[in-house]
């Protein structure tokens, strides 16, 4: 597997994924095991999207992610499996957070927030997620590829708007 879980951060940081000292462990082995699902699933699928037509430079990427650490010394591939594990994390954390979005809570529910925390909007979290890893997949896609990008659903940007 290409991401990990040090991927996911700024907007792509998931809640839990990491135990704060002192903490007990067993909130974040159960997010760490959902997060791993979730990363199972749909890391093939953006690879597949990404790399349309280009089997071989998957294979060869793969490969090189599978070397130890010390042995993955190219610069240009360290450069394009970084690029990768960050539009991997952030389109996980897209479909995680969407599917979190809508889990049932029992009616007359209260989620309790200290006094200053900030309320976050979970549909705009997602879109920043989404536009930041359509960017991404873009830049790298022309640079890699030297021509335009197909029209696979990881190439559009979703409108903030919903317009």
Same mark, same amino acid.
């Given at each position: !597997? ?8 700024s ?21 760490q ?15 597949? !999207? ?8 998957l ?33 996980? %954390? ?6 979190m ?23 705009? /979290?997602?879109? %920043?997620?989404?536009?930041? !890893?359509?960017?991404m997949?873009? /830049? ?10 197909? /029209? ?12």
């Amino acid at each position: !597997m290409i991401v990990r879980f040090v991927d996911f951060k700024s907007e792509a940081r998931i809640p839990d994924l990491y135990a704060p000292v002192g903490a007990n462990a067993d909130i974040n082995t159960a997010t760490q095991a959902e997060v791993l699902e979730y990363c199972e699933k749909y890391e093939p699928q953006f690879l597949e !999207m990404f790399y349309r037509k280009h089997d071989a430079e998957l294979e060869e990427i793969l490969a090189y992610n599978e070397l130890p650490e010390e042995q993955q010394t190219d610069a240009e591939k360290n450069s394009i499996l970084q690029s990768l594990r960050n539009m991997i994390a952030d389109y996980v %954390a897209f479909y995680y957070f969407r599917a979190m979005s809508v889990l049932n809570s029992g009616v007359g529910a209260v989620i309790m927030q200290p006094q200053h925390a900030n309320r976050t909007d979970i549909v705009n /979290k997602c879109v %920043a997620v989404w536009n930041d !890893m359509v960017r991404m997949a873009r /830049k790298l896609h022309v640079a890699m590829f030297g021509y335009e990008y197909p /029209k696979d659903e990881i190439f559009h940007k979703i409108n903030f708007l919903n317009l």
